[in-house]
């Protein structure tokens, strides 16, 4: 983006500067807090507020049990502020999600699928985001799809569990009339959000794994995913770390690290034969009938447990991470058996490491990891200049 060089472009900067100040503040900072931060002087400051005001962007209110002295007031969002659909495509089933500026959401629907052809399952997701988006009224910014799978401009370059290879994704939604829809994987999303809202907020370097049926994740550097040359990094469950190499996996590969952690795994471990959409819900009962007692299940949660650890120690040995972070299956693998993880972490960390080693935190953001990730994609895309002038535009046109 090249420097503003008008006062036009200028006040748009220091508006765009503002507003993504507001968002990542969840809401919570004080016009006095936002006015240092940003080093404006406190005039233009109010003038900016007002602008974002009358925009129905932001709104202002006091902060309660303030102490005598100058009213002070919270910058939060508008009622009738900008908002970013997230939809959280499963294995098993879609959500959708309503988020406003500041990271405040609301689950509006939630499906469960059969994990069929993609032309069905994307047909009834598009029909119930086209029926939200009509009921926001002009309010949506963007749509945010978040995917178990490898993901590139668009499209779905392969889901392992879903079958789905080389989809359009974005196509087939048929959101043509919408100018802002994106795609992302739901490990990178999930990472995404615990470095804006999570645990990983304010850390360089951290790495966090997302489970589900199987592995995923991203190294997290200066509050970002990496994502790779091509888009598709973090496919950390098909790095070769399955104690039996010569087992195959879906990927085409063998010896991947899916086949020991994950639902599938867990599964698989006892022998169960277990539909694919109903594999997460039923993975999340064994591990509660560990928790209980239940024997069989509690040695599967174990095995998978150690197998985790393992491949956890073997990133840490790669990446050197300050903290890593669990969220999905692998947060409530770790809560089960937290020993079991940290002790199979330690056997595959090199021996200097032993002394020190990162952090293991269960992620707080829980289940929601991937739709908060896929929000806070969509208010990337939007909070820019050009954003903010659609958005003032599209507002003097409606009233």
Request: glycine fraction near 12%; include cysteine; hydrophobic fraction near 45%.
């Amino acid at each position: 983006m090249h420097a503003p060089t008008t006062s036009t472009e200028l006040r748009l900067h220091n508006l765009n500067r503002l507003l993504r100040a507001v968002h990542a503040g969840g809401g919570e900072l004080t016009r006095s807090q936002l006015t240092r931060e940003l080093g404006l002087a406190r005039g233009t400051a109010t003038v900016l507020m007002g602008e974002l005001a009358a925009a129905e962007m932001v709104l202002e209110r006091p902060l309660a049990d303030r102490a005598r002295g100058r009213p002070t007031h919270l910058v939060g969002p508008h009622p009738r502020g900008p908002i970013a659909l997230a939809a959280d495509l499963r294995e098993d089933s879609w959500s959708i999600t309503a988020a406003a500026l500041g990271g405040a959401s609301e689950m509006l629907e939630c499906r469960h699928h059969t994990a069929g052809l993609a032309t069905d399952v994307l047909a009834e997701l598009s029909g119930a985001l086209r029926r939200r988006m009509a009921e926001l009224d002009g309010r949506v910014v963007g749509i945010g799809i978040s995917v178990p799978a490898s993901v590139r401009d668009g499209r779905v370059v392969d889901a392992v569990h879903l079958g789905w290879h080389d989809v359009d994704l974005v196509s087939l939604l048929r959101l043509d009339g919408h100018p802002l829809v994106r795609l992302g994987n739901d490990a990178t999303l999930a990472a995404l959000a615990e470095a804006r809202r999570g645990a990983l907020r304010g850390v360089g370097l951290g790495l966090h794994l997302h489970v589900s049926l199987g592995v995923g994740g991203a190294l997290v550097v200066g509050g970002r995913p990496l994502t790779g040359a091509r888009g598709m990094a973090g496919e950390f469950g098909h790095l070769p770390l399955a104690g039996d190499p010569g087992q195959a996996c879906a990927c085409g590969q063998r010896g991947c690290w899916d086949l020991d952690v994950g639902a599938n795994a867990l599964i698989r471990h006892l022998d169960q034969d277990i539909p694919v959409d109903r594999r997460l819900d039923h993975a999340e009962r064994l591990i509660a009938q560990a928790a209980g007692g239940d024997s069989a299940s509690g040695r599967a949660v174990e095995t998978i447990a150690r197998a985790f650890g393992r491949g956890i120690g073997a990133l840490v040995n790669a990446h050197d991470p300050e903290a890593v972070t669990l969220s999905g299956l692998g947060a409530q693998l770790y809560e089960a058996a937290p020993q079991t993880v940290t002790a199979g972490c330690e056997e595959a960390l090199m021996a200097f490491r032993r002394q020190s080693p990162a952090l293991i935190v269960s992620s707080c953001l829980g289940a929601a990891a991937p739709r908060i990730g896929t929000a806070e994609m969509v208010f990337d895309a939007f909070l820019t200049a050009e954003g903010l002038r659609t958005w003032r535009t599209n507002r003097i046109t409606s009233s």
